[in-house]
């Protein structure tokens, strides 16, 4: 709540409402945060956020259908399958933030411990087109200060 209520751009809002939609105790309250998401997400229509349409579609329309409403989650499935499968025209450079003792041609790979949860295993690798965004993740991460990000 705190980046929702310090976003001044529609790029922020727009991340701030995902993320605080991921967080609510009820299906109303998490549709309301979608809805405000995509507004912003249509606002800005640009590689930043198209990629994210199909799956924010989809969230959605389970949403709606949790609520009983039939027609909308037809709808918002309908819209998020137009979005699945689409590739990203963003051609990078991609950026991976991370505390790692890393070197020139080493891969990334998924099956690690989590950055930020020791608990949890990975099953994937996060990357971002944004260097401020690796950066930031690089700092939040668990380790020493050896490489900031890659």
């Known amino acids: 709540m ?4 310090e976003a001044t751009a529609d ?11 991921r967080h609510q ?4 309250d998490q ?17 930043s956020v198209n990629s994210a349409l199909a799956s924010l579609y989809k969230n959605i329309a389970t949403c709606y259908e949790k609520l009983g409403d039939a027609g909308n989650a037809k709808k918002y499935q309908e ?3 137009t979005f699945a499968g689409k590739k990203p ?9 991370t505390k790692a003792d890393l070197q020139v ?6 099956g690690w411990q989590s950055n930020y949860q020791q608990e949890l295993t990975m099953n994937h690798i996060y990357f971002t087109a944004l260097v401020n965004g690796a950066g930031l993740a690089a700092a939040l991460a668990n380790g ?7």
């Open 31 to 47: 549709l309301k945060w979608l809805e405000t998401a995509l507004k912003f997400a249509l606002k800005i229509n640009d590689d």
């Open 11 to 21: 790029f922020e809002k727009f991340i701030a409402a995902h993320y605080v939609a």
């Open 144 to 150: 020493e200060d050896v490489n900031a990000f890659i």
């Open 105 to 110: 041609g080493d891969f990334l790979t998924p």
């Open 89 to 97: 025209s963003d051609k990078g450079p991609f950026y991976h933030g």
């Open 25 to 28: 105790p009820n299906t109303a």
């Open 79 to 81: 819209l998020a399958g």
């Open 2 to 5: 705190q980046a929702w209520n």
